[in-house]
């Protein structure tokens, strides 16, 4: 985990002070933001490898943050894990639909936002490093790379629609719960709702374009990708 680059944004400044302490003994490199816009301007300056975002933070706040990071192509494409002390499902369906990889309660304990951030980055570190590309009726997802095409247009794919794409594309057929797409995709030690799958399908099958009826609808089920 050592050397991994954490850019907080959060305006309490007490929190901010306690992530910054906690993450730096945790060996990884921070820094601070206190509000959306300076947040932006280091995620364009510093690109880091994952942020803690706020929800409530003045001038842009945590979605506008979030949605502004995901449609640039120049930011890296950092994972995002949000914090919020706001309790409503739509709250957490909006900011996993806009990108955000996981979505965290405030209050929260410290070591057990330590190790959602630390399964984040093994999630990703040990999906990267699985050389494997898959073609399915046009549509092709390349974990090495971390890239995926429909045709010939490479998919700008948030890190869950990513993983998502890749998950269904590699059993065609198989038709998935919504219990199980979220263990696949968001793993199973974060705590998401089973409608934010469908919330990931529908930004999915969008970006998917003329290929999106390959991922079909298993009524009273979940999801599947259709069989070539």
Not at 15 to 36: F, I, M, S
Not at 162 to 190: C, H, K, M, N, Y
Request: proline fraction near 3%; include cysteine.
């Amino acid at each position: 985990m050592a050397n991994h680059k954490v850019l907080v944004v959060e305006d309490d400044h007490a929190l901010a002070e306690v992530l910054e302490y906690n993450l730096k003994q945790a060996e990884y490199n921070v820094l601070v933001a206190r509000d959306g816009r300076q947040g932006l301007k280091q995620v364009d300056e510093w690109k880091p490898e994952l942020i803690l975002l706020d929800l409530m933070l003045p001038l842009i706040d945590g979605t506008e943050l979030c949605r502004r990071v995901r449609a640039r192509s120049d930011t890296g494409n950092p994972l995002i894990l949000m914090l919020t002390a706001k309790a409503e499902e739509s709250d957490q369906v909006l900011g996993l639909s806009l990108g955000a990889d996981d979505y965290v309660m405030k209050p929260f304990s410290v070591k057990v936002l330590l190790q959602r951030v630390a399964a984040l980055f093994r999630r990703n570190e040990s999906r990267q490093e699985e050389n494997i590309s898959i073609t399915s009726q046009g549509v092709a997802v390349d974990r090495r790379r971390h890239q995926a095409t429909a045709g010939t247009e490479r998919l700008n794919l948030t890190h869950s629609e990513f993983r998502l794409l890749d998950v269904l594309v590699r059993q065609p057929g198989r038709a998935f719960t919504r219990s199980e797409l979220i263990d696949a995709v968001l793993g199973d030690d974060s705590l998401v709702m089973e409608r934010t799958i469908d919330v990931h399908i529908r930004s999915l099958r969008a970006k998917l374009g003329e290929y999106a009826c390959l991922i079909e609808t298993v009524r009273g089920v979940g999801y599947r990708f259709a069989e070539p």
